[in-house]
């Protein structure tokens, strides 16, 4: 067969062995005449790919389940324990990891000070965390299918390439194959709003979703976007940076260098610039130095405390109200250490949003606003890892399915 016929014949393979994986993972445990029926291969296809998947232990065989007369059939169900992914979220200062299974459920996490921000000393740290965290969880190395990494910035994740980072002022650094050569295994990056996304889509509650958007509000203000059940990144791989939209051309600088951004309005250096200017007109009770302090005051009831949030929701519901229209989006789901600050924030957003977005675009838009968890950057990262597994065709990088 001529080489080009042949490396087609491997990707119809490949495509059809992710399809089968993602449906005993969304559906199962399954028969195999109900994955052929779900997945619209035949008998013969499923009998294949599912010993595939029974031999590399992706896959368990489960006691029979129920059928309508005969030989009830074998379900097939997703081992959990078939392989471990690491997901790091990396700031300028830390290094926060997550070991997870293939349902990306949390087995191990660690918090690490990063010793420096040169490239070189991060990826010397990160093999360290890598180590650490493989030893202390117990689980073989050889198990581990690959490490994920997340972090802010404009990130060309096909490439590898970190193109520029707010936090570390790094530009074209080649992240993604500094690391592999260090930690031997399959290395992936992402901007880690992407990082969250990807876990809501595989793990979470944008599963079967095909048009949602995850919105991160905290230290900025991010976007991920699934747009016909696939993400939408760019011409190089900067879409989403909604933090960055104009509200105001004249409004106070942005870390980005411009003027009057929405995370000036919404992000924790602006809710803290606003509560300071607040107490120096007398109004907040004390200057802040964080958001937690604005939001303890808050909860105490300061009324200058909670018109700062108010303000804050009423411009971020107003900028949503712009994704709707853009967008017409099924799901918006808010993420992000942000939304601690609850219905200080989100219920003027709700607000504003129900007075201002078209009234047939908002019916299809459902506003879910996640409880926030330490390790969800973490298991995020790890979430890009896992989706290699589960989303043809690049089930055939090396060192993962087939090494
Ligand atoms: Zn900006």
């Not at 014949?9 to 490949?14: A, E, G, M, N, V």
């Not at 002022?169 to 992240?175: K, T, Y």
Request: charged share 20%.
């Amino acid at each position: 067969m001529p080489p080009n016929l042949l490396g087609n014949r491997d990707l119809i393979r490949d495509i059809n062995r992710s399809n089968v994986l993602n449906t005993i993972k969304m559906y199962g445990p399954l028969g195999r005449a109900e994955i052929a029926r779900r997945t619209g291969l035949s008998p013969a296809t499923i009998t294949g790919i599912t010993a595939e998947l029974i031999g590399k232990n992706l896959v368990l065989e489960k006691s029979p389940g129920d059928s309508s007369g005969g030989r009830p059939p074998i379900m097939l169900a997703l081992n959990p324990s078939g392989g471990f992914v690491i997901g790091i979220k990396l700031t300028e200062n830390s290094a926060i990891a997550a070991l997870t299974d293939l349902e990306a459920t949390v087995i191990a996490k660690s918090t690490t000070a990063l010793s420096g921000n040169k490239p070189a000393q991060v990826v010397q740290d990160l093999n360290q965390v890598v180590n650490s965290l493989v030893e202390s969880s117990g689980v073989p190395k050889k198990q581990l299918l690959g490490v994920g990494i997340g972090l802010a910035g404009i990130v060309d994740s096909a490439r590898g390439i970190l193109r520029q980072s707010p936090i570390s002022g790094w530009q074209d650094v080649p992240l993604r194959d500094l690391l592999k050569r260090k930690l031997r295994v399959m290395t992936t990056i992402e901007n880690d709003v992407n990082t969250l996304t990807l876990a809501e889509k595989y793990f979470g509650s944008g599963q079967g979703v095909d048009h949602f958007l995850v919105v991160t509000v905290g230290r900025g203000v991010g976007l991920g976007i699934v747009m016909n059940g696939r993400f939408y990144h760019g011409a190089g791989g900067g879409a989403g940076e909604f933090g960055h939209t104009v509200i105001d051309p004249l409004g106070p600088a942005c870390a980005c260098g411009k003027h009057g951004c929405l995370e000036t309005f919404v992000a924790d250096p602006g809710l803290v610039r606003m509560a300071n200017e607040s107490a120096g007109r007398g109004e907040l009770a004390h200057p802040v130095t964080d958001v937690c302090e604005l939001l303890a005051l808050a909860n105490a009831g300061d009324a200058a405390a909670q018109a700062i949030f108010g303000r804050a929701g009423r411009i971020l519901g107003q900028s949503v109200v712009n994704l709707i229209a853009l967008f017409n989006p099924q799901k918006i789901i808010f993420s992000g250490e942000g939304t601690r600050a609850g219905d200080f924030l989100f219920k003027p957003m709700c607000a504003a949003i129900e007075e201002l977005a078209l009234p047939r675009l908002l019916q299809d838009a459902k506003i879910q606003i996640d409880p926030w968890g330490d390790d969800a950057w973490a298991r995020g990262a790890a979430s890009l890892v896992l989706r290699e597994l589960f989303e043809p065709p690049v089930l055939s990088a090396p060192g993962l399915l087939n090494p």
